[in-house]
Nanobody, 127 residues
Framework: QVQLVESGGGLVQAGASLRLSCAAS????????MGWFRQAPGKEREFVAA????????YYTDSVKGRFTISRDNAKNTAYLQMNSLKPEDTAVYYC????????????????????WGQGTQVTVSS
C-alpha cells in the first residue's frame, strides 16, 4: 500500500501562491489516480482537484478553476497542487489522496473513492 505525506502549507497573504507536495512511498504513484481535498474550520471536507493515473485530464471544483493546478511527477513519486491567487476562503487543511487504479484513465472526485490519505497540511490565507 502507499503512504502519503503532504508538505508546503503555510501562512500567506491574499494573492500569494503556494505549491503543495504529496510525497508517496511504499508503492509507485504511477498506478494511482490522485486527488486533493480540503477542510476548512467548522466545515466538511470538500473536493478540490483530481487527475487520473495516466495524467492528462484534470478536474477542479468551480471555486479554484483557473487558480489551482494539479500535477504529478512519477519519477519523483510526488503529486502537486499549485495554488495561485490565493483567497482567505482557501484557508483549510489540505489533504492528498490516492486511488489504486493501475489500468484506469479516469479521475475520482468523491471522498469514498479514495482509500489512501495523507495527514494534511495547513494553508492559511490572510486578507
Amino acid at each position: 500500500q502507499v503512504q502519503l505525506v503532504e508538505s508546503g502549507g503555510g501562512l500567506v497573504q491574499a494573492g500569494a501562491s503556494l505549491r503543495l507536495s504529496c510525497a508517496a512511498s511504499g508503492r509507485t504513484l504511477s498506478t494511482y489516480a490522485m486527488g486533493w481535498f480540503r477542510q476548512a474550520p467548522g466545515k466538511e471536507r470538500e473536493f478540490v482537484a483530481a487527475m487520473p493515473r495516466s495524467g492528462g485530464s484534470t478536474y477542479y471544483t468551480d471555486s479554484v478553476k483557473g487558480r489551482f493546478t494539479i500535477s504529478r511527477d512519477n519519477a519523483k513519486n510526488t503529486a502537486y497542487l499549485q495554488m495561485n491567487s490565493l483567497k482567505p476562503e482557501d484557508t483549510a487543511v489540505y489533504y492528498c489522496a490516492a486511488h489504486y487504479d493501475p489500468y484506469g484513465t479516469r479521475y475520482y472526485t468523491r471522498e469514498y473513492e479514495y482509500f489512501y490519505w495523507g495527514q494534511g497540511t495547513q494553508v492559511t490565507v490572510s486578507s
